[in-house]
């Protein structure tokens, strides 16, 4: 049952700024050998270039010409509400410098022993759902607007994720501009209502990073989470800025049944926590991820998409179902890996009817004997990474349909090595926003 209560976003969006500050508080750190304290602020900047920073006071007030050359020796040993942010000074802003953490996310406030009773964090640039709540809207002067919103749950959590006010202007300013906006809150609890542990949501948001980064295609990871005890007191802060500036990408994923991701959630926290599978999974969505964006290349994402495709391979058929030995794995042919992979998970080998430059090389070249999409999808990223194929420059005609059914490819095994049993947008169809099929193993004939 979906709540029909808003969850509010941390950050303050009314104005749409470039610049958030997220805290003001004292900072530590030692120049020329001499301890200080100062007022700072930890600034969540979205343009040029999503970044997190710490602007603190420059000790006498004033930046000096041999400050601004470089002639002495910059801040070091830097802590922010006594807690050491590992980092390295990034310059001076008037009269303050910039310290820059070395890593992101930051855990500000509180440590992996932390309790919390709920978490809120944001979404940057996720796919604009559909999801009408019975009387859920936000109305500011004479505007109001639905609020769209849906829950995804597993064996311990519940994440309640919805739309803002800003939403749908912020969704069209990343179509038409590119950049970094909010267009989503979340909250999480824990379904029996027992307290949450830092350690336990620093896990959870690593695996809500892969979640979310799988639905849309761009890599997204929550941002700027925030947890709340029961007298709700912020007691812990994780702060990182988000990760792409590109909107979200045509997936599997249709933004019209937000049901597909409650449908996948569950199974899919279940598989990346396992021994067997959880770092190849991890690492399947990184490469299939670069491999979304034709800007990027479709050429160099068909060499991505095979080293996905072997990966995933490699685990379901040698560790997980033991189909095969290493050796045994290692003496097939790349086609005959990614055949295996796919008919042991019952999704079709066939070439796809609306691969059509694919039918068309088969059909006017006598030297291409292609007999499946494996043996296509296998032989065109030879030519790419072996500069003697005899076809070389002939199968860069198939180059669009092979990148598209090789995404295909890497969604459907994924889905399919998850347990997911729902519709998803197939993108080897010319469909609309909304147009949606069973998955291929729920179509077959028992």
Known sequence: ?????????????????????LAKDTATFTMEGIAYSSACEALLHLSPRPSLVFQAKVPDGKVSIPQMLGMIEPPKDFCFRGKEIAGFHGGYVGDCFVWIPESEPVISLGDDKTMMSRIVFHL?????????????????????????????????????????????????????????????????????????????????LATLKDFFSFANGIRLAPVC???????????????????SCDPPLETWFDRNHPVQLQSLFPDFV??????????????AIYWYVRSCNSHSGIDANIILIQAALELLAYTHIVN??????????????????????????????????????????????????????????????????????????????????AWKAGLWMVEMVILRVCGYRDTYSNRLTTRYVGTVESVPWMQMTP
Not at 270 to 283: A, I
Not at 331 to 338: H, P, Q, R, V, Y
Request: net charge neutral; aromatic share 6%.
């Open 270 to 283: 279940k598989t990346l926590s396992s021994e067997v599978w959880g770092r190849p999974l991890h690492e």
């Open 1 to 21: 049952m979906i709540q029909t209560k808003m969850v509010k976003p941390i950050l303050d969006l009314a104005n749409n700024s470039s610049v958030q500050v």
């Open 124 to 204: 940057f640039n996720h796919h604009e759902f559909m999801s009408l709540t019975e009387g859920l809207s936000e109305t500011r002067g004479r505007s109001s607007v639905a609020i769209h919103q849906t829950s995804l749950k597993s064996e311990i959590f519940r994440i309640v994720i919805n739309s803002l006010f800003e939403t749908s202007d912020n969704a069209r300013g990343i179509r038409s501009e590119g950049g970094c906006k909010c267009t989503h809150a979340a909250e999480i609890c824990k379904q029996d209502g027992s307290l949450i542990s830092g350690a336990e949501a620093s896990n959870l």
């Open 225 to 243: 989470a925030t947890g709340f005890d029961a007298a709700q007191n912020e007691v812990w802060s994780c702060w990182n800025s988000p990760i």
């Open 320 to 401: 997980d179902k033991q189909l095969l030995t290493a050796k045994g794995f290692k003496d097939l042919w790349a086609s005959d890996k990614i055949r295996l992979l796919l008919g042991s998970l019952g999704i079709p080998c066939s070439i796809p009817a609306n691969c059509k430059s694919i039918y068309g090389l088969i059909q006017s070249n006598s030297s291409v004997k292609w007999t499946d999409l494996p043996h296509a999808f296998s032989d065109i990223r030879n030519s790419l990474v072996h500069p003697d194929v005899k076809n070389r420059d002939v199968y860069s005609q198939a180059y669009l349909d």
